[in-house]
């Protein structure tokens, strides 16, 4: 697993290689086509790591995270619709953090800061339920405990053991439920969910 970082400073480049390093995570620089190579945007806001990324990778269809230090539910909501697939808090980035956040931006589990998906799910919750393209799709039961486990910041382990099943089976779950709901990562699904009123 390898990573290419972007950034507009440089320093910001060398504290994120630096924690890269500690993670034991390689460094692809260029971005390697495949396995793709995940991409670590790194700037003050969530709009300036896009903005980034964007310069850096014109193509996109990279798998993506970013790290910032400001992250507006407005441009979390643009983040979430231009794919990203993971953020995280630059202050409270360690290691371990770091390579869980790049194995989940790989796979395309989507990661969010705690508080910042809260905010989310607080203003979706006051604006009242609203579809995105038509009416709200039936979910299944397991469908429906898989989301709102994934809501509370579980990841497919402890889904898995919560609902005695494989972790395959929790992933088959989430794949199904991505499709019916029509998004591309666990976040948009959850808000997608919250907004249709389906959880």
């Known amino acids: 697993m390898r990573v290419h970082v972007v950034a507009d400073e440089p320093g910001d ?27 670590l945007a790194v700037a003050d806001t969530v709009d300036a790591a896009l ?17 910032a230090d400001a992250f507006t539910p407005a441009g979390v909501r643009r983040a979430i619709r231009s794919g990203v697939d993971a953020m995280l808090r630059r202050a409270e980035v360690t290691p371990a953090q770091l390579l869980a956040a790049v194995q989940s931006a790989r796979y395309g589990e989507g990661r969010l800061p705690y508080e910042i998906l809260i905010r989310l799910l607080s203003r979706a919750i006051e604006a009242g339920p609203v579809t ?45 439920l991505m499709a019916r709901l029509q998004v591309r990562n666990r976040a948009h699904a959850v ?8 959880i």
Not at 16 to 23: E, F, I, P, T
Not at 51 to 67: D, H, I, N, Q, T
Not at 151 to 161: C, K, P
Request: proline letters at 10%.
């Open 51 to 67: 903005a980034a990324y964007r310069l850096a990778c014109p193509a996109g269809e990279r798998p993506l995270l970013v790290v």
């Open 132 to 176: 995105e393209a038509g009416p709200p799709v039936p979910l299944t039961a397991r469908q429906t405990m898989v989301l709102n486990l994934m809501a509370e910041g579980h990841g497919n382990a402890a889904i898995a053991r919560v609902l005695l099943c494989s972790e395959h089976t929790v992933k088959n779950v989430i794949y199904d």
């Open 191 to 198: 808000a997608r969910a919250v907004r249709a009123g389906l």
């Open 13 to 39: 480049r060398a504290a994120l290689l630096d924690l890269l390093g500690r993670a034991g995570v390689g460094v692809a620089d260029p971005p390697e086509p495949s396995p793709p190579t995940v991409v």
